[in-house]
């Protein structure tokens, strides 16, 4: 049924700065950014709000890659890294899944491979509507 | 110095999604947006990474408002309510500030006054470079 | 059907490490702990699991005192003052209340009504068994 | 110098709700806790303050076990699976480490091996005070 590839198509905030989905499998998620200069703050790195939108936008791609509509309940995200241009990845694993919760660890990446962002999410998985 | 105003007119992040300061003194912020197609998901409400970058927005002009550099070390959001339309404002309070450290509370509201997310900010305050 | 005052007096953990509870109403409540050196970790200041827990058992029982049982999802807490001795107390209060999540933010202050740790808790709240 | 070791050696509160050390090394803890009826919570299973003080002890003795004192400054723990009995093991590896902060991740497993919590933490490294 293909939820994460919808989800990804239908996301205009994702889309309109600069996400691009790489793949998915259930659970699982990658998605990049290449760096311009809309993507920095006051001090010329990469905002937090960029880097934050990267690591959701992996988050919600692996959480709705199981069938269901997975929304997020709450994130967390540290900065460890500051960083000023290129390409960034994120990578989204589940830790976690029961019927209701999903729980998510997101990494990421600089084109070096060094951590920038480590990230975990909690999702509240909707039970289908009835037909 | 104004450090506050400084950031906000050099964060070319901020003003690309939409994000307007609105007031700011020591210790506090307050920033909106008015949603757009674009700060949208895929299930047509706001984006978490929109919700969470207004957030971090306050957070970064009330971290900085205080006369040295700070940087975000680590945040948490939960949402709380589905938004899709409407004006966004975020109100960031100095919950805590010691000479390296600042802890900041953030709730954006929508335009009824209704919580739609709850944000914890950690920011690390640099020592000034002898000049 | 107190279950507020159920889950308190059930909870061996909470009194094990001396938390009690002081007050509490829908929606919100107020524990306190004693420190003894029982409390201290390797530095001679609280550990951060005796905070943690005294701020997870404010949130516990506010989070349960709306008649359905309220499970922990996520929590997150910022140490902001390093204590030694005295008594602290937390007060839980609902940011934010659907009839699946809550929402509670937890205030740990020291005898001065100096913030000691602030915290953030999603709790799950479970449908009632059928009969 | 053994910081790592003498943390653990001197910390009450770790060693009075039965946290063991079982191993360590530079930027990694394991550490181990068997759960007893002292453990849980007024639902029976154990207590988030319980499951919180042993990872976050896996976190304290990683963090310090380069050299500096470092101390917490924010930590974040998913809940994903309620136990009751057996020996939970929490395990923290480092995920970043700059000359002021490091973050780690740790994970609590019961015996079966099954993921019972997931915790984030950032500390601050203290410089060392001229002797």
Redesign the interface.
Known sequence: MATDI?????????R??GIELIETEPGRAVVAMTLT????????TA????L???A??AF?VASNSRGL?A????????????VSEGRLTATARE??L?P??G?Y?V?VKDEKGE?VA?F?G?A?RKKPRPV
């Open positions: 919808a989800v990804w198509e239908r996301d205009a905030f994702a309109s700065i200069l809309n993507h920095l703050n006051g001090v010329g905002h937090g709000g960029a934050f939108s990267l959701d936008f919600a509509v929304v997020a309940l709450n994130t967390t995200i540290s900065f460890v890294k500051a830790e976690s029961s209701r919760i729980v660890a990494e951590l480590l975990q909690t509240y």
